[in-house]
């Protein structure tokens, strides 16, 4: 056998997946007709070897769920969770907490949560409680932390994360900012200090090449973790992503190969800064994420598998 390239060696590995598994176009466009929906999971296994959990942020799942995704996954199978909305800065709704927390949690005349350092906790463990699961099994890879773009340098301060990621220290995190009024001029270099120090990935993107305040600069590579790196692709469609109402209509956008391959030498070039890479595609209209994801892995030279047989629909 040949002996690999000391650029090669050098190489951290990329794990390629998408930003939820049963998005409605995914379960439409992708999955063969009449699959049930406790099988896309297994089904999507056979295609990628890690994918990003979307619904942890909207509710936090109860065990026998999560020991449902382990059990239908390869034992090397890796999951990213996205943390909840209520520790990322969005205005929270009281009904999506649990219902013990529902009851202790402060809310103003909307119904809306009111952030405390002890609901923070509280909350935190009731969600690391159901992600023991995946802890346990050597599933879980990185928490998401996804801010809201209302946390603007103007009003907030980087500091303000701090009790998350101090009771976060023993796990990967990595946070998405939204306003990209952090990642330009002198404060991109404050944000990612901050990073560094505190061991946490910055999420580099694939956006529209557009100065709106909501989208981040596509051209900023910045790993602030030797041990892992995180890019999220959420397509090139800036009107969509500045107007549309729905996930889907925001990241409405099918890649060029052309572009699949930008996205594959990008990757390549984080893995030589990363011991690991993870590679989210977001673009959740129709079947675009999942064909993107099929056709980088290709771009990398990842083996793919024949198309998956379910054995229930034939």
């Not at 051209?219 to 790196?229: K, L, P, R, W, Y």
């Not at 009107?239 to 549309?244: K, L, P, S, W």
Request: glycine letters at 4%.
């Amino acid at each position: 056998m040949a002996k690999r390239s000391s650029r090669e060696q050098e190489s951290g590995k990329i794990l390629v997946g998408t930003a939820s598994w049963s998005d409605p176009g995914f379960v439409q466009h992708w999955y063969p007709k009449g699959i049930r929906a406790h099988e896309r999971l297994g089904w999507y296994a056979q295609y990628f070897e890690m994918v990003e959990v979307n619904s942890t942020f909207y509710s936090v799942p109860d065990l026998r769920m999560v020991e449902r995704w382990c059990a239908t996954t390869p034992d090397r199978f890796t999951f990213d969770v996205k943390l909840h909305q209520l520790f990322s800065f969005h205005s929270t709704a009281a009904k999506l907490l649990p219902p013990d927390l529902q009851k202790r949690a402060a809310t103003d005349g909307k119904g809306k949560v009111t952030l405390t350092p002890d609901l923070e906790k509280a909350m935190l463990d009731v969600f690391l409680r159901s992600m023991s699961v995946l802890h346990s099994a050597g599933k879980l890879g990185v928490f998401l932390l996804q801010l809201s773009p209302a946390f603007s340098p103007r009003v907030h301060k980087l500091e303000e994360l701090e009790h998350l990621i101090g009771m976060l220290r023993d796990y990967r995190l990595a946070i998405e900012f939204r306003n990209r009024n952090w990642a330009t001029g002198d404060q991109l270099k404050s944000t990612i200090d901050f990073l560094k120090r505190r061991r946490v990935a910055f999420v580099n993107v694939d956006a529209p090449a557009a100065d709106h305040f909501t989208i981040m600069p596509w051209d900023v590579n910045e790993i602030t973790n030797q041990g892992f790196a995180y890019l999220r692709l959420h397509g090139r469609n800036a009107r969509a992503y500045i107007t549309g109402k729905t996930v889907a209509a925001r990241f409405n956008y099918d890649y060029r190969e052309d572009e699949i391959r930008e996205v594959a030498e990008r990757s390549r070039q984080l893995a030589h800064e990363a011991d690991e890479v993870h590679v989210v595609f977001n673009n959740n209209a129709l079947d675009y994420a999942p064909r993107a994801a099929t056709r980088l892995r290709t771009a990398l030279g990842q083996l793919i598998p024949a198309p998956p047989q379910t054995p229930e629909l034939f």
